[in-house]
């Protein structure tokens, strides 16, 4: 006998269904999908007012269905603050690069961190400028190379790779920071767990949670898709580890970060 | 409505800040620097007290986008600075201008290049007129004389920004945020609901998503935008401002703004009691320049001389409103030095007697 | 009526406790009035000092290279006030710390009030700034006495309340010498 039809998959109601402008291989679509997954199981995609940054992370608002606010290079943190404090009933997230983040925005994403803003910084790392063709990011691996590291960055002249999620676990407004990757189906569904923990600290109002997305670049890697994403898992992940670097209840002068899994 | 109230004896930094919580500013965001610190000071007990959020940033750069993101939901807010300061803002207020944002940007300004000094200043005339950071962009800009000024014009300019979705600049100097006058402190507070705006941030409940951006890569999209804001920046000629003291029956025209202007009147009285024929226009919009109002006196022949506290910047608007019959000369009282009225009478009645 | 006075002296001596008092009698008069102080840099060490302009018409400047009347507390003050001012004014100094040897008579009127001396009699060299504003309000007759006695509380708040009557005592302590020094008012 012919069963009825039974849907058992759909893509999330907070996600626009049109093709995106990332290449192929890039891992933005997938953590699109994911915050996508988090705001729809929240029920809370109504809510939201999402800070959008600069680079190829930038078009996160043709993506998503939700209010959504460009902020300059590097301020999304800062403006993410001037939203919050404006609309405390509002689910406040920003969307950042490395390069946005790490470089340009250090002291705005430190600061907000570090006033335990009650919102959820989205950081993908794919330890290159995207969008302006893959130079030297404050994320880059020593020994790698890019159109400014051409013989690959050493850490004499062009310094270490920032563990943003070590950094921002360290700071004592910070309730949750966690760091995650997109490459394999055990990764992905690990990644969605931790990145709704991220949210509903938000909803329950717990302050400043951070979740870091480690991503693939295939294009400005100069590899296929299928060599980038193996290269998250064997390169990666070995210079910036996996693991919830802080989780508890509150942030506070008192608090101390502690590393779990 | 106007109510009489009792007279408070106020800096002109504290009259701003009343000013802000009167036009029912409900977020403020700033940086410490000289000589503006008094707003920062007051506001972050009065406008915390009565509900309001303040947040003093890590730097002018986050301060100034805190401002875009709470203007971003529709609320009345505000960040003020001085000079090098402002620079740093400089960078948020081009993405809201481009964004068409609705922030009040106050500047107490100080001398420069540079770290320049604490003294009185009029030097960003240009950064405040012209835009100030990249792209072709304009804020409407007031330029307060008096405590009563400050705050009446820090009002202004929030129901201005909300007018156009602009950035505003209330542009002032050091004498001005440092003296003390007595104001008539008129208005109560009264907030604005944001909610009803059909452009500002809460969440897309019932409705569809809002977008609030300066980035247009599609084909033809950038110059639509462009267009689209320079027709603004012409609607807004209508809002042009400025005192006429003694213009009738002057031959020359002193055309001074802000500090230099009440100082500049100071100097006319004392000429006018000698019986010299000099009166002053004083523009109290510098961003849409009063230049029908020049151009007018201008063709009733009057000639003209200029007086600022910086090296001659507004004297270029002057010359372009009046070129056609006229011209300005210039007298420039550099930033370090503190003007007074008296240094003034001898080169105006140089100009007089030419 | 139109009048204007730059007050200067050490930081300390209460140059801008006088300046804000005079500034807040006379709004409490219905006058027009300014305050501009010297701040910063320049206020640390040295020579404080702020010009306070007072009319029943608006007021231009706030800022007076040559002021009508000056209250100099201290000698540098002198040094660098006494030849700004205007012709035929009238400077108050406080003739317990200047050398008398500098003070000019024939261009303007000079009015020498012991103010330490007379401050110690009521018990506090503090209040020699009030003798002095006593003397000024005395000697030019710009604001009542009993106006500016009463501007002390607004000024004062609630915490310095207790000071109050001794401030009191120095405006009418410098108010009786110039009285006692001439028959009516110099301006």
Redesign the interface.
């Known amino acids: 006998m012919l069963q009825e039809e039974q849907q058992v998959f759909s893509p999330p109601e907070a996600l626009v269904d049109t093709p995106t402008h990332f290449c192929p291989g890039c891992h933005h679509g997938i953590v699109h999908r994911l915050v996508a997954e988090v705001l729809d199981r929240l029920r809370v995609?109504?809510?939201?007012?999402c800070?959008?940054s600069v680079g190829c992370s930038?078009f996160i608002?043709n993506y998503?269905?939700?209010?959504?606010?460009?902020?300059?290079h590097g301020?999304a943190a800062?403006?993410?603050?001037?939203?919050?404090?404006?609309?405390p009933e509002?689910?406040v997230f920003t969307y950042q690069g490395d390069g946005d983040l790490a470089a340009i925005g250090l002291?705005?994403i430190?600061?907000t961190a570090n006033?335990g803003e009650n919102m959820t910084v989205v950081f993908v790392n794919n330890t290159v400028y995207g969008m302006t063709g893959g130079q030297l990011a404050p994320t880059t691996m020593v020994g790698q190379k890019t159109t400014t590291s051409q013989q690959g960055r050493r850490f004499e002249t062009d310094g270490a790779p920032l563990r943003m999620a070590e950094i921002i676990a360290g700071l004592p407004g910070t309730v949750y920071s966690a760091r995650v990757a997109v490459d394999t189906v055990q990764h992905i569904k690990k990644a969605r767990k931790v990145l709704l923990k991220g949210f509903t600290n938000q909803v329950e109002n717990r302050g400043f949670s951070f979740v870091e997305f480690l991503s693939a670049c295939p294009t400005n890697w100069r590899l296929s898709p299928l060599e980038a994403n193996e290269r998250v898992g064997k390169e990666l992940i070995r210079a910036f580890p996996l693991g919830i670097f802080k989780d508890q209840e509150s942030g506070g002068p008192d608090t101390e970060s502690r590393r779990s899994e | 409505m106007k109510t009489e109230k009792a007279s408070l004896l106020v800096k002109g930094n504290e009259a701003i800040a009343l000013g802000a919580m009167a036009a029912g500013c409900?977020?403020y965001?700033a940086y410490p620097i000289t000589p503006q610190s008094e707003i920062p000071e007051m506001l972050s007990r009065i406008l915390v007290e009565a509900g309001g959020?303040f947040?003093q940033?890590?730097?002018e750069?986050?301060?100034a986008?805190?401002?875009?993101?709470?203007?971003?939901?529709?609320?009345r807010?505000m960040t003020s600075s001085s000079s090098p300061g402002i620079s740093l803002k400089q960078?948020?207020i081009s993405?809201m201008a481009g964004?068409q944002l609705p922030a009040v940007i106050v500047n107490v300004c100080r001398g420069g290049p540079g770290l320049g000094s604490i003294d009185p200043s009029q030097g960003d005339y240009y950064q405040s007129t012209r835009g100030g950071g990249h792209g072709d962009y304009r804020t409407l800009t007031l330029a307060p004389a008096s405590c009563q000024e400050a705050y009446d014009q820090t009002i202004q300019a929030f129901d201005l920004a909300f007018r156009y979705r602009n950035p505003v600049v209330v542009l002032g100097d050091a004498i001005l945020g440092q003296m003390k006058e007595p104001i008539q402190a008129w208005k109560e507070r009264a907030i604005q609901d944001s909610r009803g705006l059909s452009w500002s941030?809460?969440?897309?409940?019932?409705r569809k998503?809002?977008?609030?951006?300066?980035?247009y890569l599609s084909d033809g999209a950038l110059a639509g935008h462009n267009r689209l804001l320079q027709e603004k920046y012409q609607a807004m000629r209508v809002e042009c401002d400025w005192e006429a003291y003694k213009t009738d029956d002057a031959e020359l025209i002193i055309v001074a703004f802000g500090s230099m202007g009440r100082i500049s009147k100071s100097a006319v009285r004392q000429l006018r009691e000698r019986g010299l024929p000099v009166g002053l226009f004083r523009p109290i919009t510098l961003f849409p320049f009063p230049d029908e109002p020049l151009a007018k006196l201008a063709e009733e022949g009057k000639r003209f001389l200029t007086i600022e506290n910086n090296a001659g910047q507004m004297v270029d608007d002057v010359r372009l409103a009046v070129r056609r019959q006229s011209d300005s000369e210039l007298y420039s009282v550099l930033p370090g030095i503190l003007a007074n009225p008296t240094d003034l009478l001898e080169p105006i009645q140089r100009v007089l007697h030419t | 009526m139109y009048q204007d006075v730059i007050i200067a002296g050490f930081g300390g001596q209460g140059v801008m406790l006088i300046g804000n008092v005079v500034a807040f009698a006379a709004m409490e008069q219905k006058l027009r009035v300014t305050f501009m102080p010297v701040y910063g840099v320049e206020m640390r060490g040295g020579t404080a000092n702020c010009t306070v302009v007072i009319s029943d018409e608006e007021i231009g400047s706030p800022i007076i290279f040559s002021p009508q009347t000056s209250i100099l507390m201290n000698q540098p003050s002198v040094e660098k006030f006494q030849s700004r001012l205007e012709d035929g004014g009238v400077q108050l100094v406080n003739a317990s710390i200047v050398d008398a040897d500098l003070l000019e008579q024939d261009r303007i009127r000079t009015i020498s009030v012991p103010a330490n001396e007379l401050a110690d009699e009521l018990g506090s060299v503090k209040m020699a700034n009030m003798v002095m504003l006593g003397a000024w309000l005395q000697a030019t007759g710009c604001l009542p006495l009993k106006a500016v006695q009463a501007a002390l509380g607004q000024v004062f708040g609630e915490h310095n309340a207790r000071l109050i009557p001794l401030n009191q005592k120095g405006l009418e302590r410098g108010a009786a010498f110039v009285a006692s020094q001439a028959e009516r008012p110099v301006l």
């Open positions: 995609a109504q809510d939201t007012i800070v959008a930038v608002y998503l269905h939700v209010d959504a606010v460009e902020a300059p301020r800062a403006v993410a603050t001037g939203v919050r404090r404006a609309r509002s689910i002291a705005e430190l600061y006033r | 409900e977020c965001f959020e947040v940033a890590e730097s750069i986050a301060a986008n805190m401002l875009l993101g709470a203007t971003a939901c529709g609320k807010a960078e948020a993405y964004s941030l809460s969440g897309a409940r019932g998503p809002r977008l609030l951006k300066s980035l």
